[in-house]
């Protein structure tokens, strides 16, 4: 575990030492905070129904761009065939790059504590679901990093990890959206695989342990895919 903490905060460092994690937060809080607040007069409604909605689509293109180089990069410029002649072993490479994309996740949804903070000021909130909300984020969040380096891991171009990445994420969200594509013997399974069903019921407060073991699920599945990836490039 200290060297997969060791790892992640490599990886941290590497994030916010390069502009990259600047633009893509100030991405984030610009496009989230531009319909949230502008939903949020319109409808004139004291909760953060239209941020957590817009969420997910939001994470589809945001985490499969800040997952895309932690191990395209390294293959693309031989790093990592010295990072596995280290004294670590692949799980502490694999779990350090994860909890330092989830860690990056929730940096990015650290500012916008500030708008339910401006609507408690406004009007009554109901910190229930907003809690719930948060957690689903991390869930959520967690859930597509795994995504993203299971793309990651698949090449060497940071361009196409992040085009698999966002088209698998992007699929999770909207899969329960599509659902008269498909007949209905499959409804319930097609529907279960949507992680935006998943998260909008923790987003009403209502913590399911079905809905967490679905992003555990996703995670356990994503990391496992890396794992076995990256065993055939060793």
């Known amino acids: 575990m200290h060297?997969?903490?060791r790892i992640c905060n490599k990886e941290l460092k590497d994030y916010f030492i390069s502009p990259i994690a600047y633009i893509v937060i100030s991405i984030f809080l610009l496009v989230t905070g531009w319909f949230f607040f502008t939903t949020f007069f319109y409808y004139n409604q004291a909760d953060l129904r239209n941020f957590f909605g817009l969420l997910p689509i939001t994470f589809a293109f945001l985490i499969p761009a800040v997952?895309?180089?932690?191990?395209?990069?390294?293959?693309?410029?031989g790093s990592y065939e010295l990072l596995i002649t280290l004294p670590v072993t692949f799980k502490d490479v694999l779990l350090g790059k994860f909890l330092a994309g989830v860690l990056f996740v929730a940096a990015a949804l650290l500012p916008t504590l500030a708008y339910p903070i401006c609507i408690a000021f406004m009007g009554q909130l109901d910190w229930g679901p907003v809690a719930g909300g948060y957690l689903g984020a991390l869930l959520l969040g967690a859930a597509f990093v795994a995504?993203?380096?299971?793309?990651?891991?698949?090449?060497?171009?940071?361009?196409?990890?992040?085009?698999?990445?966002?088209?698998?994420?992007?699929?999770?969200?909207?899969?329960?959206?599509?659902?008269?594509?498909?007949?209905?013997?499959?409804?319930?399974?097609?529907?279960?695989?949507g992680a935006d069903f998943h998260f909008q019921n923790i987003a009403k407060g209502i913590v399911d342990s079905r809905d967490i073991l679905y992003f555990l699920s996703v995670v356990f599945i994503g990391l496992y895919g890396t794992h076995l990836v990256m065993q055939e490039k060793s």
Do not use: H, W
């Open 3 to 5: 060297q997969a903490i």
């Open 67 to 77: 997952t895309m180089r932690l191990f395209s990069e390294e293959m693309n410029v």
């Open 147 to 193: 995504v993203g380096l299971f793309s990651s891991s698949l090449t060497r171009n940071q361009i196409i990890a992040f085009v698999v990445g966002m088209a698998i994420c992007f699929s999770l969200t909207l899969i329960d959206k599509m659902l008269f594509f498909f007949p209905n013997s499959l409804l319930g399974v097609i529907g279960y695989l």
